[in-house]
């Protein structure tokens, strides 16, 4: 009997096992009530945990939740050199249907043609505010957050009820703001978050958000960050709405000012404070075409990756070892198993064949729930080994930029980030 063999077999029957597992699971089975739809009521979103208690009735019409009662919002958006989309992205924003709101643009270094961009939309919008920063980052901060810091006096305005903080590539139907300010006061959150639609135009962005989203899925799915008892968080930059008053209690975006994956850093510090926090993803309220073809998208997911290990060098390599046994190879093993099968059939090759398929079809089912879940065409299924390998690639060289590299993203070299305390807090460093 070959030991060879007996090793295909063991991988191939664990990678079934495991695949199937995470698929049968009901949270993931029940990842599709978290989607919010602009044809939604918040209501629908209501259950699932013992805590949740919610029972005041969402704001919904003029009876319920007139005018004059929507909060007062404040939106932050930091851009970089964004120029080429910032009339249509930061137009949408500008343009949303929502009775009490202003919009705070920092334009961070830019030097492209977005001063031009923003005097025109300034013209358009009175409520929309630009800040030109033209200091780089300091020791210890990354470009978002700093950016974000630029804007911190206009927060402390104590008639603000809500603060949103969200990116300026991101395109928002005219209701969104409306709809995710009835699910706050709806759900009594402190922080509401909202995942988008994402849209791809090349392969190697269907490849990289895949298989990224498949793995962010196993590790942060909503279910389990929803849920109130569980310390983990997953909330997302592009839409992150907070009361006032939590987000100064967080200690603001300077809590995290070294974090790459500033947003989920945010997230976990906000639960592990016993704050309320909520996500949900949405397939109409707002989109955005994450990274622009093979070489964005390789960068892009790279500057993220290794936070998924806590820039933990052991759990890095375990991960990395995962990837490979797990979600490059499974195909492999089905390869080899039926060639086995074929040339040599035994009950112990055949066996080995079987459970490789087992092993494909199960990762393929996963990956198919996440597809639908994300709105990805179900087709991209039949790329799960090629998106998985691109993703192990991808997360290898993030490991080495932290290391050895560097990190560069829009036109600025990432200083190295900091891992996350179980707080959510990074260092202790000097505040400017």
């Known amino acids: 009997?070959?030991?060879?063999?007996?090793?295909?077999?063991?991988?191939?029957?664990f990678?079934?096992?495991?695949?199937?597992?995470?698929?049968?699971?009901?949270?993931?089975?029940?990842?599709?009530?978290?989607?919010?739809?602009?044809?939604?009521?918040?209501?629908?979103?209501?259950?699932?945990?013992?805590?949740?208690?919610?029972?005041?009735?969402?704001?919904?019409?003029?009876?319920?939740?007139?005018?004059n009662k929507w909060p007062t919002v404040?939106?932050?958006?930091?851009?970089?050199?964004?120029?080429?989309?910032?009339?249509?992205?930061?137009?949408?924003?500008?343009?949303?249907?929502?009775?009490?709101?202003?919009?705070i643009f920092v334009d961070d270094q830019s030097t492209d043609n977005t001063a031009e961009v923003c005097r025109k939309l300034q013209a358009q919008f009175p409520h929309l505010t630009v800040i030109h920063n033209k200091e780089a980052p300091r020791d210890g901060w990354i470009g978002k957050t700093w950016a974000v810091h630029q804007a911190e006096s206009y927060m402390n305005d104590n008639s603000v009820d809500y603060l949103l903080f969200t990116d300026s590539d991101l395109e928002f139907h005219p209701h969104c703001l409306r709809q995710m300010l009835r699910l706050a006061k709806h759900r009594n959150t402190?922080?509401?978050?909202?995942?988008?639609?994402?849209?791809?135009?090349?392969?190697?962005?269907?490849?990289?958000?895949?298989?990224?989203?498949?793995?962010?899925?196993?590790?942060?799915?909503?279910?389990?960050?929803?849920?109130?008892?569980?310390?983990?968080?997953?909330?997302?930059?592009g839409f992150l709405l907070?009361?006032?008053?939590?987000?100064?209690?967080?200690g603001g975006h300077a809590a995290v000012r070294g974090q790459v994956v500033e947003d989920v850093a945010f997230g976990t510090r906000a639960k592990a404070l016993n704050?309320?926090?909520?996500?949900a993803l949405t397939h109409d309220l707002?989109?955005?075409?994450?990274?622009?073809?093979?070489?964005?998208?390789?960068?892009?997911?790279?500057?993220?990756?290794?936070?998924?290990?806590?820039?933990?060098?052991?759990?890095?390599?375990?991960?990395?070892?995962?990837?490979?046994?797990?979600?490059?190879?499974?195909?492999?093993?089905?390869?080899?198993?039926?060639a086995w099968a074929i040339t040599a059939p035994t009950l112990l090759t055949l066996a080995t064949a079987a459970t490789g398929i087992a092993a494909c079809l199960a990762q393929m089912l996963y990956a198919y729930q996440t597809a639908r879940f994300i709105n990805f065409p179900r087709a991209a299924v039949l790329l799960t080994a090629p998106s998985f390998l691109f993703?192990?690639?991808?997360?290898?060289?993030?490991?080495?930029?932290?290391?050895?590299?560097?990190?560069?993203?829009?036109g600025r070299r990432v200083q190295k980030p900091q891992a996350l305390n179980t707080a959510g807090n990074v260092a202790p460093q000097s505040t400017p």
Not at 275 to 279: L, N, Y
Request: net charge positive; hydrophobic share 45%.
């Open 74 to 103: 404040t939106v932050i958006v930091p851009g970089r050199n964004e120029g080429h989309i910032l009339e249509k992205t930061l137009g949408s924003l500008c343009a949303m249907d929502y009775p009490n709101f202003r919009v």
């Open 190 to 237: 402190d922080i509401t978050s909202l995942l988008p639609a994402m849209y791809c135009l090349t392969l190697g962005e269907i490849l990289g958000l895949l298989s990224g989203m498949c793995i962010i899925n196993s590790r942060l799915n909503l279910y389990a960050c929803n849920n109130p008892k569980i310390p983990r968080a997953l909330v997302a930059g």
């Open 391 to 410: 993703y192990q690639i991808i997360f290898l060289g993030s490991i080495f930029d932290y290391y050895v590299g560097g990190n560069t993203w829009a």
């Open 286 to 338: 707002y989109k955005a075409r994450m990274y622009e073809g093979w070489l964005d998208t390789f960068r892009g997911l790279k500057k993220n990756a290794y936070a998924g290990a806590n820039y933990n060098p052991l759990f890095g390599g375990v991960i990395a070892l995962f990837l490979l046994l797990m979600g490059v190879l499974p195909f492999s093993y089905a390869a080899l198993g039926i």
């Open 15 to 67: 990678a079934a096992l495991w695949w199937l597992f995470l698929a049968l699971t009901p949270s993931q089975r029940g990842l599709m009530r978290f989607v919010y739809r602009l044809i939604d009521t918040p209501a629908k979103l209501n259950g699932g945990f013992p805590e949740d208690d919610v029972t005041q009735p969402y704001a919904g019409d003029e009876t319920t939740f007139p005018l």
């Open 1 to 13: 009997m070959s030991p060879v063999l007996i090793g295909l077999l063991i991988l191939s029957a």
């Open 242 to 250: 907070v009361t006032r008053s939590t987000y100064h209690q967080l």
């Open 275 to 279: 704050k309320r926090v909520f996500t």
